[in-house]
């Protein structure tokens, strides 16, 4: 099915060590954003990008960067996980920012030890 | 920042009952967006809404975006359990350079029960 893929689902770190998301959608989305999902703190943007080469912060970017040099794949890595950054992380795209809605990962949940 | 309040938080119902679920912001938005999510899986989207007093009507669920954009409900008519899940309003920032920028409510967690 077309859509959005995120891997991997689940993840254990320890805090000090590194990892990457991996996103992948393929629908020719120009708009791809990183959020997590934390309870009694909704959705929140950490990254996003409006095309291919270009990424932006959003509102919680700290501890985490981004990369976008394929159109279909946003990467988003963690330096040094630390326990703060245990949450469930989705990746969403979408055709513009206003008129689309945005298609949604599954998610990926997160736990730094 | 702008903020989008969403009640209830929680909604605990019998199968049947009619239920509102309303988000509400003092910001405009250029459109509003509502999501359902399951356990475990990401935020579908159910609707996008996009001019003021606009209604929509999905099935058993209508939508409604207010007249200054600044607000909308969800309403869900004969609920069933099918429809339990976490549903989730989100308005797009209507200018400036957060243009687009989509913010989400905190949810409001349905349970239907048989």
């Known amino acids: 099915n077309a859509g959005v893929t995120q891997t991997p689902k689940f993840r254990v770190l320890k805090t000090g060590q590194s990892m990457t998301l991996l996103c992948a959608q393929d629908?020719?989305?120009?708009?791809m954003y990183w959020y997590r999902q934390d309870p009694g703190m909704g959705l929140r943007l950490i990254h996003y990008s409006v095309g291919e080469g270009t990424t932006a912060k959003g509102e919680v970017p700290d501890g985490y960067n981004v990369s976008r040099l394929k159109k279909q794949n946003f990467l988003l890595g963690l330096e040094s996980a630390a326990p703060s950054q245990t949450s469930v992380y989705f990746c969403?795209?979408?055709?513009?920012?206003?008129?689309?809605?945005?298609?949604f990962g599954s998610g990926t949940r997160l736990t730094v030890v | 920042t702008q903020l989008l309040e969403q009640s209830p938080q929680f909604l605990s119902i019998q199968e049947g009952e009619n239920l509102t679920v309303y988000c509400n912001s003092s910001?405009?938005?250029?459109?509003l967006q509502w999501y359902r999510q399951e356990p475990g899986e990401g935020p579908v989207l159910l609707v996008t809404v996009v001019t003021g007093g606009e209604v929509k009507k999905l099935k058993r669920l209508t939508f409604q975006f207010g007249d200054a954009r600044k607000d909308s409900s969800l309403h869900i008519t004969a609920a069933q359990p099918g429809d339990t899940g976490l549903y989730l309003c989100?308005?797009?920032?209507?200018?400036?350079?957060?243009?687009?920028?989509?913010?989400f409510g905190q949810g409001t967690i349905l349970t239907v029960h048989p």
């Open positions: 989100a308005g797009a920032n209507a200018g400036g350079t957060s243009y687009g920028k989509l913010t």
């Open positions: 969403a795209s979408s055709w513009d920012r206003v008129h689309y809605g945005y298609t």
């Open positions: 910001s405009v938005f250029s459109s």
């Open positions: 629908m020719n989305h120009e708009y």
